[in-house]
């Protein structure tokens, strides 16, 4: 394999909480160890439900939150120890995609000058390069060029949507964030964006982490998909695997929970409620809702191990049922 | 940057009007009147008005046209000025505190919080002692007295804006620190600026004549508002106007900033004011048409039109079109469609819970009571409604944090819900809430009673609300879009919910379920009813509809989820089956059918003529489409 564009080893991140009593404050953590990789081309899909930590990892990834421990190597250098300005020379190889297209873009700024921020920050096609450029985006995004001079208000969340995928393309990056890129879409416009997305992948060769709370939307686009589950992996593989023969029993009870026309066999069901990130259980986080959870389970945090063809797992057990049968 | 393009807007004619006059006529003083405002004649004073003296002569016999233009001179130009210091320093300083933070933030925040810490009028009172009265002095003092205020609002407007995604994105771009602030932030937060600049430059005249009034000001006998109210104070009795005159300069002056900077701020939101204001007052009671319901029926909606108004000039919109909707009796019809089709307003119909500015321009509207005498909300008055609501049909909503109290427990509020329909001591309606907590599936049911909202999770809240609809145990429940903000667990253990409560509800259970979702509605729903642009296009047996669609906009909405398509994959060159275009806004509608320029089936006579809802031959299920199977016949029939 050759070098991943992305790699990420043991980051750790947490947040200030002011804690019981007047003075006091604590931490709470949101990602505990987490190691990734993202190959040049790869599409990496980050699945969890809120609270998980999947947002902050893709803010940390780009360094636009601090991390408390761990090292994000991009094309293999360590982030941390870049300056100021080798940082934002960096910053055009990397970029992000928001969840909501009314916040992400500045009510105030016309399309022409949201995409010109991006490009004259770097100094690409400057001066009479400019213009074409600008309508050469527009149209990869599937919007006419004539909507360069409006405001963000006169568009739709889809549209908005493309606006925002544009920017961050305009600076032709290696890798790309896109944090809940569909979720706040209607499934029409949805599928749109995820064409686009999958085209542009196809066209330019660049990497994704792909971030989303809906399994199914993640594998379509996804190579390999990471669960993560209160700040740890709890499985990480190849995208059909991971949807189809889920080895742990959270991404089990994830696919079945998953809504389709036909009822699906065996339904994992969870019980209670997602711990508080502030006072997780021990051992295996997933423990205390999973169905199949032991003693063993509260001893010592689970191991990702190897369950397959580029296949981890973290948990303990062999004989869990994985719901696809 | 750049401001909407629109040539003046017509809100800020008058009041830029009103601020010309006024700054012109102080400024143009001399061309007004020759008399000078220094001028003694101590044989004319008091004097009333004459012609050479319209506004008459004060104490000393000045002119006092000439004294209240001058004097609104130095007070306007002390006013400005040290606004717009107070405003460029304070703004400064909240933003670079509120976006750099760290040590920016607190040397910025502690100076300000210093200033504010005297009492405003002692620490004027104690820089003009020490310096001396005189314009500059009375400038420093002011700006310095004001510009904690703009620091503070810049500080939090910048904390807020800077959260948003857009600034995030800036810095993901690795634009420089110094054109976000200014180029990014500066604009989004002037309108709460402009708004503070306004109060401001209104108090700095106040306190402009205040500490002239006490003779810390300007120096007599230059001319000031203050000092003229200082002069004119003994004389009042015998010559009110002396006070009236330099008063009502005050005013007008104030009024006008106000108004300037209040119309500025909303022309300068890029959103305009386009929505404007509710023109329609909600309807009382318009001779209640009597409701009527068909036997087996819930509820109805009968050629039901909702119409937008625009104002005077504009023609109403119709957002909803000739809509009939039935929902059987204890079963749960799906209403589906996209944002903008119309569905949550059809909802909300039921509910007679329309924003003022939407009314039904025709079609009945009918919902079962527990009596089982029918009743349309929309037309009853406000009291006998809410007497319905709640008890007799409910709703539950998407997002359950937003539609419970936040400082209010959980149980209080159920409480005050059962209280309002039903007559129950304090104690009986405490168990009846604690039992309805416990069926909702809600562990610690007591100790949950005593919660406060937030100290929830999404889905415990959800629940909550579900149980707070079926306090009163009402025969319908409408759930709008009640999964869509939790996690697909959760999801899967409310919908869940939902059936269980259904099947054991023992009065029975009429549901209209509102969704995006196709794959949750095929869980849930026994009917389903597809909306598209605010109309029906198809409507069926849940099951029938969803396996073999009749309406391309239903077949297309399949086609576009990717998890009804696992087979697919975006790797292996893939792509989803997405509907091209958007869907057409409500005053843009296609002539035809609305859908037809997203069809892919569409021809030429889709542009012609408006398709019925088609009846099926067994009568389940209908689509509005003349390619649809049933159409065909039905055209038939029409023909013959």
Redesign the interface.
């Given at each position: 394999m050759s070098r991943p564009l992305l790699e990420v080893v043991g980051l750790t991140k947490s947040y200030p909480i002011s804690g019981k009593g007047f003075f006091r404050t604590g931490r709470i953590p949101v990602l505990r160890g987490i190691d990734l990789t993202i190959a040049p081309g790869e599409?990496l899909g980050l699945v969890g439900?809120?609270g998980s930590g999947k947002s902050t990892l893709g803010?940390t990834v780009?360094k636009?939150a601090e991390l408390d421990a761990g090292t994000v190597r991009f094309d293999g250098r360590d982030l941390a120890s870049l300056s100021k300005e080798q940082?934002?020379?960096?910053?055009?190889d990397?970029?992000?995609i928001?969840?909501?297209p009314y916040?992400?873009?500045?009510?105030?700024?016309?399309i022409r000058?949201v995409l010109s921020?991006?490009l004259d920050?770097?100094k690409l096609h400057m001066g009479e390069r400019r213009e074409p450029r600008l309508k050469e985006l527009m149209e990869m995004v599937g919007l006419s060029p004539e909507f360069l001079g409006r405001?963000p208000?006169e568009f739709?969340?889809?549209?908005r949507q493309r606006v925002?995928i544009a920017?961050a393309i305009a600076?032709e990056p290696r890798f790309i964030v896109a944090d809940e890129a569909v979720s706040a879409l209607?499934?029409?416009?949805?599928?749109?964006v995820?064409?686009l997305?999958?085209?542009l992948?196809?066209k330019t060769g660049i990497s994704l982490l792909f971030i989303s709370?809906?399994?199914?939307?993640v594998?379509?686009?996804s190579?390999r998909v990471m669960v993560l589950y209160l700040g740890r992996v709890m499985e990480i593989g190849p995208?059909?695997d991971i949807?189809?023969n889920p080895a742990h029993p959270y991404t089990a009870?994830?696919v079945?929970?998953?809504?389709?026309?036909?009822?699906k066999p065996g339904?994992v069901?969870?019980s209670?409620?997602?711990p508080s990130p502030a006072n997780p259980p021990s051992g295996c986080v997933f423990r205390t809702r999973c169905p199949y959870a032991m003693d063993a389970c509260a001893a010592e945090v689970p191991k990702l191990r190897r369950v397959g063809e580029a296949r981890f797992s973290a948990c303990i057990r062999d004989d869990i049922p994985n719901g696809a049968e | 940057m750049r401001f909407p393009r629109v040539s003046f807007p017509r809100r800020m004619i008058l009041p830029s009007l009103l601020l010309v006059l006024l700054i012109g006529s102080m400024f143009a003083a001399p061309l007004l009147t020759s008399a000078d405002p220094l001028q003694i004649a101590i044989s004319k004073r008091l004097a009333g008005p004459s012609w050479a003296h319209p506004f008459g002569q004060d104490e000393f016999g000045r002119d006092r046209l000439a004294r209240v233009l001058y004097g609104g001179q130095v007070s306007l130009s002390v006013a400005f000025l040290a606004s717009f210091i107070a405003t460029a320093i304070g703004t400064f300083i909240g933003l670079v505190g509120a976006y750099f933070r760290g040590p920016f933030e607190f040397v910025a925040m502690r100076v300000s919080d210093v200033v504010l810490f005297f009492p405003p009028i002692l620490l004027a009172l104690l820089v003009v002692t020490i310096f001396g009265p005189g314009v500059y002095t009375m400038i420093a003092v002011l700006a310095l007295l004001y510009f904690p205020s703009f620091s503070r609002i810049a500080y939090s407007e910048t904390l807020r804006v800077s959260s948003l995604d857009f600034v995030e994105a800036s810095r993901a771009l690795g634009t420089k620190p110094r054109r976000i602030v200014f180029s990014t932030v500066l604009p989004n937060i002037l309108g709460a600026i402009s708004v503070q600049f306004s109060l401001t430059a209104a108090a700095t005249i106040t306190v402009e004549s205040g500490l002239s009034f006490l003779g810390l000001g300007v120096v007599p006998p230059a001319p000031s508002w203050g000092q003229m109210i200082r002069g004119a104070r003994a004389m009042m009795e015998q010559d009110p106007l002396g006070l009236f005159v330099p008063c009502a300069a005050l005013c007008v002056t104030i009024y006008s900033i106000n108004l300037f900077c209040d119309r500025l701020r909303d022309v300068l939101d890029p959103k305009g004011l386009e929505d404007g204001k509710d023109s329609v007052s909600p309807t009382g009671k318009n001779g209640a048409a009597p409701a009527e319901l068909a036997d087996g029926n819930a509820a109805e909606l009968r050629g039901l039109t909702l119409s937008l108004s625009r104002g005077k000039k504009a023609e109403p919109v119709d957002l909803v079109r000739d809509i009939t909707l039935t929902l059987p009796r204890n079963q749960c019809t799906a209403l589906v469609g996209e944002s903008g089709s119309g569905k949550s307003l059809t909802s909300l119909a039921l509910m007679g819970l329309l924003p003022s500015a939407i009314r039904p321009s025709s079609g009945h509207i009918a919902i079962e009571r527990k009596s089982g005498a029918p009743v349309d909300l929309v037309s009853l008055a406000a009291k006998e409604a809410e007497k319905v609501r709640g008890n007799d049909i409910a709703m539950i909503f998407q997002e359950p944090m937003t539609s419970l109290n936040p400082v209010l427990k959980v149980g209080a509020q159920m409480v005050e819900t059962l209280q309002a329909h039903r007559k129950t001591t304090s104690d009986e309606a405490r168990k009846t809430c604690v039992a309805a907590l416990d069926r909702v599936g809600i562990p610690e049911a007591e100790r949950r009673f005593e919660s406060y909202p937030h100290e929830l999770s999404g889905g415990m809240r959800q629940r909550v609300m579900i149980a707070m609809a079926l306090l009163c145990e009402p025969k319908v429940l409408i759930a709008d879009e009640p999964t869509t903000a939790l996690d697909v667990t959760i999801q899967a253990e409310i919908i869940d919910l939902l059936r269980d409560l259904r099947a054991n509800q023992e009065a029975g259970l009429s549901m209209l379920f509102i969704s995006h979702n196709l794959g949750i509605v095929a869980d849930i729903a026994d009917r389903v009813v597809v909306m598209y642009s605010g109309e029906i296009v198809e409507e069926g047996p849940a099951g029938d509809v969803l396996s073999d669609p009749h309406h391309p906009y239903t077949k297309a909405l399949l086609e576009s989820m990717p998890s009804l398509h696992d087979e697919k994959h975006s790797a292996r060159g893939d792509r989803l089956g997405a509907i091209a275009g958007t869907p057409p806004l409500p005053q843009a509608r296609l002539s035809g059918c609305a859908f037809r320029d997203r069809c892919p089936i569409a021809r030429d006579a889709c542009a012609e003529t408006h398709p019925d809802l088609y009846l099926a031959a067994d009568a389940t299920r209908a689509a509005r489409c003349l390619f649809a199977p049933d159409a065909a016949n039905a055209l038939k029939e029409a023909v013959s």
């Open positions: 599409v439900e809120s803010k780009l636009l940082l934002r020379a960096v910053r055009k990397m970029q992000i928001f969840q909501d916040a992400s873009l500045d009510p105030r700024k016309t000058a921020e991006a920050t770097h405001l208000h739709s969340g889809g549209q925002g920017r600076v209607d499934v029409s416009i949805q599928a749109q995820l064409n997305l999958a085209d992948r196809q709370h809906d399994l199914s939307v594998r379509f686009i190579d995208a059909d949807h189809f009870a994830l079945s929970a998953e809504p389709g026309l036909t009822p339904r069901r969870l209670g409620e997602i | -």
